[in-house]
């Protein structure tokens, strides 16, 4: 008796195809977001953020920071009592409003931003870096809400405060809501780091060991930020440092601008 082999059914051909270019597309999509995210949050993005210390440098000439504790302590104030429901929430509110095409709430939004900036200099800071970024926005993304955004920046009928400007630009390239804010909140934090190493504070290996110390404070800003509303904003205890970057602008001789 002949014994055959049983026949076994093959794949279809055409499978391979279609699930690697699913496959390819899913990567793709989430390639391009992550490789936004580096780009935005990229300390050489020529906006000016470096030029800021958020008030440290007047905090330690009057030795209120002088240790790394010091040091964590006022990072830990300024994310959770300030940063957190002003610029983090501003940034969150900006991504809602660009992914809805809503010019005016993205309009809103930045007034209400100014509202809380209490000092001439954090809140012209603020000002001057949004409007770097919105003048490289239209290199990033062509979204028409963003581009009239950015004109209206441009033509100084409102203050394209960076926080706002950044979450708009976050959603129009594909940056989630969560990552838009989490990397405004990193933004700050290793602002005021990078500073703390050059008034010789820390070192920089300290501030990269600080910077992982402080993830569970980011992150915990972070959800304060994505649950504020418009009407919810404000700058909290904040105040504080916005005090000290006030008294900073008075100095004849200082390294940063706030």
Wanted: proline content about 3%; overall charge neutral.
């Amino acid at each position: 008796m002949l014994l055959t082999r049983p026949r076994v059914a093959r794949p279809s051909q055409t499978m391979v195809p279609i699930v690697t270019s699913m496959t390819n597309c899913t990567f793709d999509t989430h390639a391009s977001s992550v490789l936004a995210l580096m780009q935005l949050s990229d300390s050489a993005l020529p906006i000016g953020r470096h030029a800021h210390a958020f008030g440290l440098e007047r905090l330690f000439r009057d030795g209120r920071v002088e240790t790394p504790q010091d040091l964590q302590s006022m990072i830990t104030s300024a994310l959770t009592h300030g940063v957190a429901r002003a610029d983090g929430a501003a940034a969150a509110l900006a991504h809602d409003a660009l992914g809805a095409g809503l010019l005016s709430g993205l309009l809103e939004i930045d007034a209400r931003l100014d509202l809380l900036k209490l000092t001439a200099s954090s809140q012209a800071a603020s000002r001057r870096c949004g409007s770097r970024l919105a003048s490289l926005a239209p290199a990033f993304h062509a979204n028409s809400t963003l581009v009239k955004f950015v004109q209206e920046v441009a033509d100084k009928k409102t203050p394209g405060h960076v926080s706002v400007v950044s979450g708009a630009v976050a959603a129009a390239m594909g940056i989630s809501r969560e990552d838009a804010v989490l990397m405004e909140l990193r933004g700050v934090v290793t602002m005021i780091l990078s500073a703390a190493v050059r008034l010789d504070v820390i070192p920089a290996s300290a501030a990269q060991a600080m910077l992982v110390v402080l993830a569970p404070e980011i992150i915990g800003s972070a959800g304060i930020s994505l649950g504020t509303g418009i009407g919810e904003m404000e700058c909290g205890a904040a105040a504080g440092l916005e005090i000290a970057s006030m008294r900073h602008a008075r100095d004849h001789s200082r390294l940063f601008a706030t």
